[in-house]
């Protein structure tokens, strides 16, 4: 019911606001790691699934947004899987990608409150509009990924001495 969505509504904002604080202080702080950088697009993507699969089953995140979501993350996860695999390496996150995932977060985070009745007149408009611009951003970004992907490959592939080839 209405307690069940109040409730994922909040821990999905802490869970949202605390990510954001841990990845804002790490930079602040000069505290960015190897490990961080890899860890905190896998910890977004975790994040989005789990909101995005609740609010599916509940009905409360349409599926347009839903399936456009889950078709990107397949998408990047197999371009992030494929530089690994190549070359043992993870691909930069893009600061375009840090506003897309915002957006989405948004989106999802105003679909789960517009679900409590009297505030889904104001607050569905602006999950769409936050989401449709969100999902846009993300597919760029998704294709800006695979170009760096690509790069990435030919130059290690392109710098390999022939017995290593």
Request: proline fraction near 3%.
């Amino acid at each position: 019911g209405a307690d069940n969505v109040t409730a994922a509504t909040i821990l999905f904002a802490l869970i949202a606001t605390t990510d954001w604080i841990d990845g804002f202080l790490a930079r602040r702080l000069n505290q960015v790691s190897k490990l961080g950088k890899s860890l905190d697009p896998v910890a977004d993507r975790l994040m989005i699934a789990s909101a995005l699969v609740a609010g599916l089953i509940a009905e409360i995140v349409p599926a347009q947004i839903g399936i456009a979501l889950i078709a990107r993350e397949i998408y990047v996860a197999s371009v992030t899987l494929f530089v690994f695999v190549r070359a043992g390496e993870t691909l930069e996150v893009r600061w375009l990608g840090k506003w897309a995932t915002f957006l989405v977060y948004s989106s999802l985070g105003w679909f789960y409150i517009a679900a409590i009745p009297f505030l889904d007149a104001i607050l569905t408009p602006l999950a769409w509009i936050s989401g449709v611009i969100g999902l846009a951003l993300y597919w760029v970004t998704a294709f800006q990924y695979t170009g760096d992907a690509l790069r990435r490959v030919r130059e290690l592939e392109s710098t390999a001495s022939p017995e290593e080839s």
